[in-house]
């Protein structure tokens, strides 16, 4: 077991702690180093996801109260990655970063296929340096700004700089610390061309990325994403004929909604992946696609509203029993018509199962089926 273990700062990457480890104890072999951490010398330094936690755990004093998950939850982008994936990929990715490989993670989460990557270099924010500096005496790479598309600091609001520092660049088993030779405080971030509206949209995309490692694994109700999308985008103006996307005004919407920073984040706008995020999810999304398309879906207001009052306010629960979202509230779109002295409403999802109820009655809904493809 290790004599002594450094102090986990707020918001730091393990990447980092393990990096002050090997400077503070005066280490000159990166290899010995992974040998006191994890017992082995073949054990890779990763910034995003590192594997082998459990026994890196073993070695770190009991006391000190950092157990394998716990470390996953806060000193890794594990939270990041896993916030819009299903509890059985989470459990998954945990148990390999625990007693496994990250590169697994990479692959099941679709991260190693995706088109948006890591930042090639660590960054850092040179506000937080000065902070860090006067209140703990040393730097430290902080997680919130390593993010995929995230070039501002969430606390500050300043750019980030890039660091002379590549993940892997020379020994893959190596632990860099955050110092004055890879990081300068008189360093100028990239002279980004961006108007307010741009710093707005760049803020957001910080603010919103942040929030999803803070949420440390907690996720929010399981939804069908596709079909979540499909109704969102078309109860937003965007719908053509009964369950279809009208593709070019939603394409145009899109990419004059972000166009401040397309050339920005370029590689987060390659591709037609909003449309196919309106359709059944036949592969992973990176976080990135999800926060960008909610940023989209928040700055237009919702259209189609319920009909008629004779009815509780939507969502209203899916009936088709072949969906994963049986029973949950994720029916956006609702018609009334009036027969006699009632109100038949027909409830209708993006999923392709639709059913009539009468306002006000105990007769069990009428469920039926439309076409649902999306053009």
């Known amino acids: 077991m290790l004599a002594y273990f450094p102090r986990v700062y707020p918001d730091e990457l393990l990447y980092s702690v393990l990096a002050r480890y090997h400077r503070h104890t005066c280490s000159q072999s990166p290899k010995q180093t992974i040998q006191d951490l994890f017992g082995a010398t073949g054990v890779k330094a990763n ?7 459990a026994a890196l755990c073993q070695n770190i004093p009991a006391d000190r109260g950092l157990d394998p998950e716990k470390l996953i939850k806060e000193t890794t982008l594990l939270p990041y990655y896993v916030a819009f994936a299903t509890e059985e990929v989470t459990k998954f990715a945990i148990s390999q970063l625990t007693d496994g490989h990250a590169e697994s993670v990479f692959a099941r989460l679709g991260i190693a296929a995706s088109v948006i990557s890591a930042p090639d270099s660590l960054r850092y924010c040179p506000v937080c340096l000065s902070e860090m500096q006067r209140q703990y005496g040393e730097w430290y790479w902080r997680r919130s700004h ?9 606390d500050h609001k300043v750019f980030l700089v890039d660091s002379s520092m590549v993940p892997n660049g020379e ?20 002279s980004w061309e961006c108007e307010p509206q741009g710093m707005t ?5 910080a603010d919103r990325s942040a929030s999803l490692l803070a949420a440390a694994l907690k996720h929010e109700e399981c939804r069908d994403w596709g079909v979540y999308y ?22 145009e919407a899109f990419s004059r909604f972000f166009a401040p920073i397309a050339n920005v984040v370029p590689q987060a706008f390659n591709g037609d992946w909003p449309v196919a995020m309106v359709r059944k999810h036949r592969k992973a999304f990176h976080p990135l696609q999800h926060i960008l398309l909610q940023m989209f879906l928040d700055r237009y207001p919702v259209i189609v509203k319920p009909a008629d009052p004779s009815f509780e306010e939507g969502p209203w629960e899916c009936l088709n029993h072949l969906a994963e979202h049986f029973g949950r509230k994720v029916v956006e779109s609702l018609t ?28 069990p809904p009428h469920i039926g089926f439309f076409d649902v493809s999306c053009g």
Request: glycine share 6%; charged share 20%; net charge positive.
């Open 47 to 53: 910034v995003a996801l590192q594997s082998r936690i």
């Open 146 to 154: 390593q993010l995929p598309g995230v070039l501002l600091c969430p």
């Open 171 to 190: 020994n893959q088993h190596a632990f860099i610390a955050c110092s004055l030779q890879n990081c300068k405080l008189l360093a100028l971030a990239k």
């Open 201 to 205: 949209l760049l803020q957001d995309i």
């Open 230 to 251: 499909l109704a969102a985008v078309r109860n937003r103006g965007f719908a053509k004929g009964k369950q279809r996307v009208d593709q070019a005004s939603f394409r």
């Open 336 to 363: 009334v018509r009036r027969e006699m002295d009632r109100f038949v409403g027909r409830f209708s999802c993006a999923c392709g199962c639709s059913y009539t109820r009468v306002a006000g009655s105990s007769i």
